[in-house]
């Protein structure tokens, strides 16, 4: 998700590293609507931009609620080692972040 506050760190092969504070997600609202434009293509335009609405309303608890499913589906597939690198999480206490890897 790039510019913003959130930071992000090239790898080798061009992929970007992103750590993005939960409360930063505003800044990415269309962004974060393009990406789900270009991957429900047969979704409903208005419920698109209600649930990025929801994602991005710090507010509101989806993102969390999504976070959790996010976890536990990656942990029915894969040791959690393995899923540390992929599940969205925070250190107690600290601000939630989104750590993942975009591709160009």
């Known amino acids: 998700m790039g510019g913003g506050t959130g930071t992000a760190m090239g790898r080798a092969s061009g992929e970007k590293r992103v750590e993005l504070e ?3 997600m505003a800044d990415y609202r269309q962004e974060l609507r393009n990406y789900y434009m270009a991957t429900a293509r047969y979704m409903d335009i208005q419920k698109i931009d209600e649930g990025v609405s929801r994602l991005t309303d710090p507010l ?17 597939l894969m040791d959690e080692y393995t899923a540390s690198y992929y599940i969205i999480n925070s250190h107690t ?8 890897t975009l591709l160009p």
């Open 22 to 24: 939960f409360k930063q």
């Open 60 to 76: 509101d608890n989806a993102i969390n609620e999504k976070c959790s499913r996010i976890k536990k589906t990656f942990l029915e």
């Open 93 to 100: 206490g600290a601000p939630r972040f989104f750590r993942g």
